[in-house]
């Protein structure tokens, strides 16, 4: 081989080192996004199922006073 051949070679295997390095890079990369993303939508949902129990118990509690005020009104005009 020639040294050109040589420089080649070597110029081929780096460039193959480099990309195999990126991939890998980028493979990890992807993994913490799709961690985070993961962990982010587990909150999400959970904040808006609490969000949803609330308003729930605060229909319950309107209803009530409603049914209340329904009640009284109805004692103080008899």
Same mark, same amino acid.
Not at 26 to 43: A, N, V
């Given at each position: /081989? %020639? @040294? #050109?051949? =040589?420089?080649?070679?070597?110029?081929?295997? /780096? &460039?193959? %080192?480099? &990309?195999? =390095? /990126?991939?890998?890079? /980028?493979?990890? %990369?992807?993994?913490?996004?799709?961690?985070?993303?993961?962990?982010?939508?587990?909150?999400?949902?959970?904040?808006?199922?609490?969000? @949803? #129990?609330?308003?729930? =118990?605060?229909?319950?509690?309107?209803? =009530?006073?409603? #049914?209340?005020? @329904?009640?009284?009104?109805?004692?103080? &005009?008899?």
């Amino acid at each position: /081989m %020639t @040294g #050109t051949e =040589d420089k080649l070679q070597q110029r081929s295997a /780096m &460039s193959k %080192t480099e &990309s195999k =390095d /990126m991939t890998e890079a /980028m493979e990890e %990369t992807m993994q913490r996004l799709k961690g985070r993303f993961q962990g982010i939508s587990e909150q999400l949902e959970s904040r808006l199922n609490q969000m @949803g #129990t609330r308003i729930n =118990d605060l229909e319950k509690n309107v209803s =009530d006073l409603m #049914t209340q005020a @329904g009640m009284e009104e109805q004692a103080v &005009s008899k």
